[in-house]
């Protein structure tokens, strides 16, 4: 493990270190099949460093080795994806940088040591250094892209912004891959609590994978999803009302070997098991031990993990949580980062902790990140007293479960968190290796209403950057 | 769905114009219904009310057993948690305990080896240092004692030879010490002489000062004196004149009283009488002119006496200068005493002292002289001089002497100082190093002591750790122990809950399926009742001629919709609205034979009726500002206007096409044009697709290449270029493609060439010869040919060749396109999917449309309005067939899921509420008016989360299937549970005005189906509404919302029917 903390400098010898890592990780027949190659890049690079054949080469031997790592993995069941809305710093929390002075740091100067030899983190996370062995970080990930839409775009779609299509995202992809295995009761792909609103998540694969927001909250007494939990009618109330509209429906009824009308009253019978019948239990976090609750925290974000951990038991292919508060803190960033931090802290250390324990992590994927990270530079002058600004140049991921190992760091950011140093790891390669993990091949046509050719992802057509999967963390 | 698992796919079948299958049972025609044995009703009420017993039961049977689950769960979630405390605490402990024990001790003892070692080391180490150390000391100290008494024995001479130097210059020194003395005295002789001068300086000033005054002084009294004697004068006179005044007054008045006792006494004659009384009167005149003289005797004294007065001041100044001059002189007069006094003292005692200075200086010289005569001074020099300067001589002597001998010393002690020097060096090195072996020893000591404590520490805390860990996992696996039966507990219980759970499932799957087999039996007997006409239907145009000649040949027998559904049906279908409640009431009891007809004609001319149809165009023509198609906010609503105003004019539709296809000019100013730019794709291949889609109703992406590619000439010369206004862009005809010629904005070769010449650059195309441009071969999809002259927009060339009767799409895909909005599906299907392979249903049909609309000059309300008032499209919506192919012939009305627009303005219409329509970006966010309809909403941008869920279109490829009339789970979660409906049902103004205008239930139940269904409630209707007032779990208001919820969730409500 302590290798992944070594310098992965252009050289002859760092080229060697991943060549010995990638004979041992893999099979003997990989050693045997690769090996030319990797010796040709071992040489390759001493000669010329960081030439284009050089970097397709070294993306190719990330992208084997991943595969061949992927194949005595268990397949993704189920993703729980936190984002993190409007950015958040990576300097304050993931990546920190002891010893950057006060333009750097800010208030936040200290640190602490995680249950993994050599990775820290900032001491707004002392639930997660807790379970530091359950996750990994990705340092290196980048895009340069600085505008919320495009960069969530980018996050979430790993398709290039501004093309002519729309995309789907992982969410939306991963839910019309799951459509033939995913057999229960609940919408396939939820949101709690609200869509992005300005990012279309269904892409043009059109509403029916369109992410199904619950609204409400789910730290309130009750959580009251749209549609499922409606505040001030009874049981008793709607069970008698239903009765009604049986009466009342006489086209409904009268005409229900119609097909188009059977299939629209099954519809409505199959609501009615979201709202009477067994599909709400999901939503009724009462049923869960209270020590449980407090652990993950009693507040809305804390709440919606454990929801998050209902769903996925209860099969749902693909949960969103976008965190409730933004993290685009131009201004009053430390307080709001002060505020925030500990309830993503807690709820996301006993998210992955309950997961674990119920053997769900394996088949789990989570993954936490925000569109971009934040400027390592504070702003202290006015108008923004203390603040940080959109920063995609580099930033940091949080993955776990799923088939990725835990109590890694991948890549590295430079002295001050302000450019990829090692191992730069687009989105490409971030939703590559969701994709190669859930066994979903990212050359499959998706439908286009049009019958425009599209794929799961095309970064080469696109000319987006890749520097390969993340075999490193599988 | 009563077979088979419910998922939540298997409830996304999409609700829309698409295929109804085969109908498995066929429904009986009015009148003809089935003679259905009695008792089957009533058998299927009486399954229904057993099965909700059962199921019911069931339920309550779950209670104990969920409890029970639950505190098993609890029992174990607490004994893990204890478990896992335990196990966590084990594992700390056994860190020291196990391996890690192991290693630390063994690195703990190499650290005492080393620490021993380096001991050793440094013990060894001092001993020879510290002898180095002592020998250096040896070695150094007689070269210091040596050193010590040459430099004092240097002091001692050189403080002799200072002393025999100071014998020998005593006469100099002497005269010299004389001189300085006179010198200081000659400079306070000076000093007290500046000092008198000084005050002798400031004595004259003073004196002239004083001088000054008692001149002004002299001056002034003079000046004075004539006033002084004046004021005397003036005093003795009003003296004399007071005194002269006094007597007159006497005498005045003794004359008066005189000649009152005259007067008094009757012996006096009047004469005396008379005389003494001229004489008092005389007196008393002299008295008052004496008074009269006193008075200006008195003035004339004040006069002068102010004279004198004012005088005074002048004098004041020039006194008191010369009191001040005088008292300072008398002061100074005193220093200068003093000072004089001084100077000369100083002056004596300066003099005094030149003098001796002198002597002594002659002296000395003397002295000097005499002891450097060679031979001996003569005897014309004193002999005191003689002596002295013998002495002198003898003295100089001595200093040499002495001053060499201290040098001598000097040399010495310096050379023991040098000689002492490197034993010195050798001395510090030495004890540096001795100091360095002792420092080193004794923190090699310390580091050996550190290590032994160390280690001790160490092998305590491994034998503490190892105790601690036998104990924690002791605890460990005792708490663990208690686990295994908790789970088979928790398990246990939730097994059997999950086992009541599948059962109370299962009834309650039962009780579904026994409750629909009751209400569809139910309704199923009602339906046909409700919708459809008693009248068979005629024929009203040649439409209904050739459609019912195909029934007729499919064997299938049309029956006609009842008036209610037809209200509904055609303000749904022509503006997009639901009928009032006094509309539909209206029309139903209206007794006009001819009442549909005038209906149709009624609503065709309602400007709602451009706003309806100018949304479906929006959708095909893609009048959105923002993604993917990007027309920009005002751009977007001038194409809106265009098309609403070309609809509410009813522009021939040959005119709509051409301008759509021609127009030029500024996205903001001429909608038409945004016809091209809002196509995404803008290659010429692009826009050929887009509007071949739009205007021919076809899908040429699937057409051959080389057809394909006869499209695209005609749109390949189309220029777009921004103006100085932001997102304004000028849509024209640029043959040269020089629209990155500055200024070029107008259509033509003409106008391009005009900015060339006014702006004097040439752009990239120019260089290009005109003659390439010139007459241009191409063919048109139909096969035949033409040249595109080179003044002739290639679009108009276009435009010609396909706004003809004859042209074989244009007329087809737009009666294609209007008779699928009006009955839910077009003769050929998809509208605009028109090609060979996808024929039309009925041929005739088209044809005869065709035929119309070319010859009634494209008149798009004509063609609505024959197929409106058609029979055809008055049919029942229950399909009395089994063949699909009486679907696709129209055979029965096609029953389809309102669009969002209409589905929101309809559940605003009903409760008196409104929804917040606004478009994220571009920022500043817009929003529409509170009370605008949604669908008068002219930007596709523009929507709402209501109108996103329920499937409006995204207008971003221009297809009618964009838009999804789905209605599937969340669409139902939404209509059924949601908050948003739950709140307009209860805050309604509307409904809550309907309940308080009063009556019977029957009567408000009436007024409630009216408003929201367009018709009157059948008698079961209104029972079941009495029977759930009965029922009493919503009362009052609620109740009745709960009757406007039912009714909004019936499909009655939510499909045009």
């Known amino acids: 493990m302590a290798q992944h903390h070594e310098p992965n400098r252009r050289s002859g010898i760092s080229r060697r270190r991943i060549l010995e890592r990638g004979a041992a990780g893999a099979a003997g027949i990989f050693a045997a099949t690769h090996f030319q190659t990797l010796h040709h890049l071992a040489f390759a690079s001493e000669s010329q460093p960081n030439s284009e054949q050089q970097l397709a080469d070294e993306k190719a031997a990330h992208d084997n080795a991943a595969k061949e790592k992927a194949k005595a993995k268990k397949r993704i069941k189920s993703v729980i994806q936190i984002f993190l809305w409007g950015g958040m710093s990576h300097n304050d929390t993931w990546d920190p940088k002891p010893g950057t002075g006060y333009d750097y740091l800010g208030s936040f100067d200290k640190f602490i040591p995680t249950n993994v030899e050599g990775i820290q983190l900032s001491s707004l996370f002392p639930y997660l250094a807790k379970q530091a062995d359950k996750f990994s970080l990705i340092r290196s990930m980048t895009h340069g892209n600085n505008g919320h839409e495009t960069a969530a775009y980018l996050m979430q779609t790993g398709h290039k912004p501004g093309d002519r299509l729309a995309y789907p995202s992982v969410g939306a992809v991963f839910t019309f891959f799951k459509r033939e295995e995913y057999q229960g009761l609940l919408p396939p792909y939820i949101v709690m609590l609200q869509a992005a609103g300005r990012f279309s998540e269904e892409g043009f694969l059109g509403p029916a994978f369109k992410p199904f927001a619950t609204g409400g909250d789910p730290n309130a007494e009750r959580f009251e999803v749209q549609g499922i939990v409606n505040r001030g009618v009874t049981d008793q109330r709607q069970k008698a009302r239903r009765e009604l509209l049986d009466k009342v429906n006489l086209l409904g009824h009268g005409l229900a070997s119609v097909t188009d009308i059977e299939a629209a009253e099954a519809a409505r019978e199959k609501a009615y098991a979201l709202i009477l019948g067994p599909g709400r239990e999901v939503f009724d976090l009462s049923n869960e031990p209270a020590e449980l609750r407090d652990r993950y925290g009693r507040n809305t974000f804390g709440q919606e993990c454990l929801a998050a951990r209902r769903m996925v038991q209860a099969g749902v292919p693909y949960v969103t949580i976008s965190f409730p508060g933004g993290w685009d803190t131009h201004s009053n960033h430390f307080a709001t980062m002060r505020q925030q931090c500990p309830q993503l802290d807690r709820g996301l250390a006993t998210l992955l902790q309950d997961l674990h324990e119920r053997g769900l992590l394996e088949t789990t994927l989570v993954w936490c990140t925000g569109e971009f990270g934040r400027t390592p530079k504070v702003s202290w002058e006015p108008p923004w007293n203390g603040g940080r600004h959109h920063y995609g140049d580099v930033f940091t991921v949080l993955v776990a479960g799923g088939g990725f190992v835990g109590g890694r760091v991948l890549g590295k950011s430079d002295q001050n968190g302000e450019k990829v140093a090692e191992r730069p790891v687009y989105p490409t390669d971030l939703l590559g290796t969701f994709y190669l993990l859930a066994g979903i091949d990212t050359k499959a046509i998706l439908p286009h209403p049009l019958g425009i050719e599209a794929r799961v992802l095309d970064a080469e057509s696109e000319g987006m950057k890749a520097a390969g999967l993340l075999d490193e963390l599988l | 769905m009563t077979n088979g698992r419910v998922t939540w796919w298997t409830a996304k079948i999409l609700v829309s114009t698409c295929l109804i299958a085969l109908i498995s049972n066929v429904l009986p025609i009015r009148g003809e219904e089935p003679a259905a044995p009695p008792d089957e009703l009533a058998q299927a009420k009486a399954a229904y009310e057993a099965a909700v017993q059962a199921a019911r039961e069931a339920e309550a049977a779950l209670v104990p057993l969920r409890e029970a689950m639950q505190k098993a769960d609890v029992a174990l979630a607490a004994a893990s948690k204890t478990a896992n405390e335990k196990r966590g605490r084990a594992n700390e402990a056994k860190g020291l305990a196990g391996e890690q024990g192991v290693q630390e001790l063994k690195r703990a003892e190499e650290n005492l080896t080393a620490a021993e070692q380096e001991l050793a080391?440094?013990?060894?180490?001092?001993?020879?240092?510290?002898?180095?150390?002592?020998?250096?000391?040896?070695?150094?100290?007689?070269?210091?004692?040596?050193?010590?008494?040459?430099?004092?024995?240097?002091?001692?001479?050189?403080?002799?030879?200072?002393?025999?130097?100071?014998?020998?210059?005593?006469?100099?020194?002497?005269?010299?010490?004389?001189?300085?003395?006179?010198?200081?005295?000659?400079?306070?002789?000076?000093?007290?002489?500046?000092?008198?001068?000084?005050?002798?300086?400031?004595?004259?000033?003073?004196?002239?000062?004083?001088?000054?005054?008692?001149?002004?002084?002299?001056?002034?009294?003079?000046?004075?004196?004539?006033?002084?004697?004046?004021?005397?004068?003036?005093?003795?006179?009003?003296?004399?004149?007071?005194?002269?005044?006094?007597?007159?007054?006497?005498?005045?008045?003794?004359?008066?009283?005189?000649?009152?006792?005259?007067?008094?006494?009757?012996?006096?004659?009047?004469?005396?009488?008379?005389?003494?009384?001229?004489?008092?009167?005389?007196?008393?005149?002299?008295?008052?002119?004496?008074?009269?003289?006193?008075?200006?005797?008195?003035?004339?004294?004040?006069?002068?006496?102010?004279?004198?007065?004012?005088?005074?001041?002048?004098?004041?100044?020039?006194?008191?200068?010369?009191?001040?001059?005088?008292?300072?002189?008398?002061?100074?007069?005193?220093?200068?005493?003093?000072?004089?006094?001084?100077?000369?003292?100083?002056?004596?005692?300066?003099?005094?002292?030149?003098?001796?200075?002198?002597?002594?200086?002659?002296?000395?010289?003397?002295?000097?002289?005499?002891?450097?005569?060679?031979?001996?001074?003569?005897?014309?020099?004193?002999?005191?001089?003689?002596?002295?300067?013998?002495?002198?001589?003898?003295?100089?002597?001595?200093?040499?002497?002495?001053?060499?001998?201290?040098?001598?010393?000097?040399?010495?002690?310096?050379?023991?100082?040098?000689?002492?020097?490197?034993?010195?060096?050798?001395?510090?090195?030495?004890?540096?190093?001795?100091?360095?072996?002792?420092?080193?020893?004794?923190?090699?000591?310390?580091?050996?002591?550190?290590?032994?404590?160390?280690?001790?520490?160490?092998?305590?805390?491994?034998?503490?750790?190892?105790?601690?860990?036998?104990?924690?996992?002791?605890?460990?696996?005792?708490?663990?122990?208690?686990?295994?039966?908790?789970?088979?507990?928790?398990?246990?219980?939730?097994?059997?809950?999950?086992?009541?759970?599948?059962?109370?499932?299962?009834?309650?799957?039962?009780?579904?399926?026994?409750?629909?087999?009751?209400?569809?039996?139910?309704?199923?007997?009602?339906?046909?009742?409700?919708?459809?006409?008693?009248?068979?239907?005629?024929?009203?145009?040649?439409?209904?001629?050739?459609?019912?000649?195909?029934?007729?040949?499919?064997?299938?027998?049309?029956?006609?919709?009842?008036?209610?559904?037809?209200?509904?049906?055609?303000?749904?279908?022509?503006i997009g609205q639901l009928p009032s409640a006094e509309e539909a009431r209206a029309f139903i009891e209206s007794p006009d034979k001819n009442k549909r007809t005038a209906l149709v004609d009624r609503l065709l001319n309602d400007t709602r009726h451009a706003d309806y149809w100018a949304m479906r165009w929006s959708d095909i023509l893609k009048v959105k500002a923002e993604f993917p198609v990007k027309l920009w906010p005002n751009a977007a609503q001038a194409y809106h206007r265009w098309i609403w105003e070309s609809l509410a004019q009813n522009k021939p539709y040959d005119r709509f096409a051409r301008e759509l296809l021609t127009s030029s000019g500024s996205n903001f100013r001429v909608g038409s044009v945004n016809c091209y730019r809002a196509i995404p794709n803008r290659t010429p291949e692009g826009i050929a697709s887009g509007v071949a889609l739009a205007l021919m109703g076809t899908r040429i992406d699937f057409w051959p290449e080389q057809r394909r590619a006869t499209l695209s000439p005609f749109f390949s010369q189309i220029g777009f270029k921004p103006t100085s206004e932001w997102k304004e862009e000028i849509v024209f005809w640029d043959p040269l493609r020089s629209n990155t010629a500055p200024g070029s904005t107008a259509a033509g070769c003409d106008s391009v060439a005009a900015a060339v010449t006014a702006t004097n650059s040439i752009p990239q195309a120019l260089a290009e010869p005109l003659a390439e441009n010139s007459g241009q071969e191409v063919s048109f999809p139909d096969g035949s040919k033409t040249v595109i002259p080179p003044d002739r927009d290639p679009r108009e060339v276009f435009a010609d060749w396909l706004i003809r009767p004859e042209n074989p799409w244009f007329a087809k895909a737009i009666v294609n396109r209007v008779w699928a909005w009006a009955m839910g599906r077009g003769i050929i299907h998809e509208p605009d999917d028109i090609r060979d392979d996808n024929p039309p249903a009925n041929p005739d049909l088209l044809a005869y449309l065709e035929k119309e609309l070319t010859t009634h000059g494209y008149d798009l309300k004509y063609l609505k309005r024959l197929i409106f008032t058609s029979t055809t499209y008055q049919l029942s919506p229950i399909p009395h067939y089994q063949s699909p192919e009486g679907m696709v012939n129209f055979a029965s009305y096609m029953m389809r899921r309102v669009e969002a627009e209409v589905l929101a303005d309809a559940l605003d219409q009903i409760t008196a509420s409104s929804d917040l329509y606004t478009s994220a970006v571009p920022e500043p966010f817009t929003y529409i008016p509170k009370d605008m309809r949604a669908v008068v909403i002219a930007d596709g941008s523009i929507s709402s989360s209501f109108l996103t869920l329920f499937g409006r279109s995204a207008r971003a490829t221009g297809m009618e299937n964009e838009r999804i009339n789905e209605l599937a789970s969340p669409q139902w979660l939404y209509l059924l549970n949601s908050g948003q409906i739950q709140l307009k049902l209860q805050t309604s103004p509307k409904l809550r005005a309907l309940v308080a205008a009063g009556g019977s239930n029957k009567e408000i139940t009436e007024r409630l189906y009216l408003t929201i269904l367009s018709r009157l409630p059948t008698d079961e209707e209104v029972q079941a509404m009495e029977d759930y007032i009965k029922l009493g779990v919503a009362k009052g208001q609620d109740a009745w919302s709960d009757l406007a919820w039912a009714l909004m969730n019936s499909l009655e409500f939510l499909l045009r029917h």
Not at chain 2, 174 to 197: M, P
Not at chain 2, 350 to 375: F, H, N
Not at chain 2, 465 to 492: H, I, S, W
């Open chain 2, 121 to 574: 080391a440094a013990r060894e180490a001092k001993p020879p240092l510290d002898q180095a150390l002592a020998e250096a000391r040896a070695a150094a100290q007689p070269l210091q004692d040596a050193y010590n008494a040459a430099e004092k024995a240097a002091r001692e001479a050189e403080a002799a030879a200072k002393a025999a130097a100071d014998a020998a210059n005593k006469h100099e020194i002497a005269a010299k010490q004389a001189a300085d003395r006179a010198n200081a005295l000659r400079r306070a002789a000076d000093a007290a002489q500046t000092s008198l001068r000084r005050l002798q300086q400031l004595q004259q000033n003073f004196q002239k000062q004083r001088d000054l005054a008692v001149a002004q002084l002299t001056q002034l009294e003079a000046e004075k004196k004539p006033l002084d004697e004046a004021l005397a004068a003036a005093n003795n006179q009003l003296t004399a004149a007071n005194e002269a005044a006094a007597q007159a007054e006497k005498a005045a008045q003794e004359a008066e009283q005189s000649a009152k006792q005259i007067a008094e006494d009757a012996t006096k004659s009047e004469d005396e009488k008379k005389q003494a009384a001229t004489a008092a009167q005389e007196k008393r005149k002299a008295a008052e002119e004496a008074k009269a003289a006193l008075n200006q005797a008195q003035a004339a004294q004040r006069e002068s006496q102010k004279q004198v007065d004012a005088f005074s001041p002048k004098l004041a100044r020039p006194t008191q200068q010369k009191s001040m001059a005088e008292s300072t002189l008398a002061n100074l007069a005193k220093q200068l005493e003093a000072a004089s006094t001084a100077a000369q003292t100083a002056e004596a005692a300066a003099g005094q002292a030149a003098q001796e200075a002198d002597e002594k200086r002659k002296r000395a010289d003397a002295i000097q002289a005499a002891a450097k005569a060679e031979p001996a001074a003569d005897a014309n020099v004193p002999q005191d001089i003689r002596d002295a300067a013998k002495e002198l001589v003898e003295l100089q002597a001595t200093a040499l002497r002495t001053a060499e001998e201290a040098a001598a010393k000097r040399k010495a002690a310096n050379e023991a100082k040098a000689a002492l020097a490197p034993a010195e060096q050798a001395l510090d090195a030495a004890a540096s190093k001795a100091s360095a072996a002792a420092q080193r020893l004794s923190q090699a000591e310390a580091r050996h002591q550190a290590a032994i404590n160390e280690l001790e520490d160490l092998k305590k805390r491994i034998a503490e750790a190892k105790q601690t860990y036998e104990a924690n996992e002791k605890a460990a696996q005792e708490a663990e122990a208690l686990v295994p039966p908790l789970k088979q507990e928790a398990d246990q219980r939730r097994a059997e809950y999950m086992a009541a759970r599948k059962v109370a499932d299962e009834k309650a799957a039962i009780v579904d399926h026994a409750r629909l087999q009751f209400y569809r039996l139910s309704a199923s007997r009602r339906i046909a009742r409700l919708m459809e006409s008693p009248e068979p239907p005629t024929p009203t145009n040649h439409i209904d001629e050739i459609v019912f000649a195909k029934l007729h040949s499919l064997g299938i027998q049309p029956v006609l919709c009842s008036d209610a559904v037809f209200v509904r049906r055609a303000y749904l279908d022509i």
